[in-house]
């Protein structure tokens, strides 16, 4: 049966032999000074997350299905869902069994696009820092997903379950609303390869390395 894109998580990134992950989000400033030494920053784009794959080294019945995985994304629109594979579930539940099966979503949205709280938790369930949060949400009529990043250094849900408004980065993008269901536990992107960031394996018959690529976000 043919893949359907984007990749599920369970198609692509679990099954990546992964040695080394990174996942970031680059600035996009301008910056100049002024005679008078003020510094002036304006943003350029959009701030999409980023990163590099690098895959294990592979026993020779896995090098087939690790570079056929990667090499597929090399042709245009081939999109697949990727999360940090170095922090995949908040800190204070680093198995996901505390959250369980609830079924968390926005309860509001702050007025300034760096805020939003939670509904649907677990009491007294704790966000740290750096812990991750992704929704779908809408933007000229296209479905898209948010991933976005905890700023506050601790988020407690109360005894219903819900949080005060709390920041995230980036800012939250037009299209996000209260009610989206929330994902918490390898929270996602939607991402595409990076055209000609790929190196190769190499190696003897038994055992090769050196495979991986660098990816980046995509809102489309």
Known sequence: ??????????????????????????????QSRTAGGEQLTADLAERLWTGRISIGRQQKHEVGQQEVLVSILGQAGRTFLMYDRRRPNPLLDPTGSILGAASVTILALGGDARELSLAGLPAGYTLSRGDYLSFAYTSLAVSRQALHRVVDATVVANGAGQTALFEVEPFIRPGAVAGAAVTLRKAFCKAVKVAGSGTPNTGRSSLSEGLGFDWVQSLR
């Open 1 to 30: 049966m043919p893949l359907t894109y984007p990749l599920s998580l369970p198609t692509f990134a679990d099954s990546l032999l992964v040695a080394e992950a990174s996942c970031e989000l680059p600035e996009q400033l301008a």
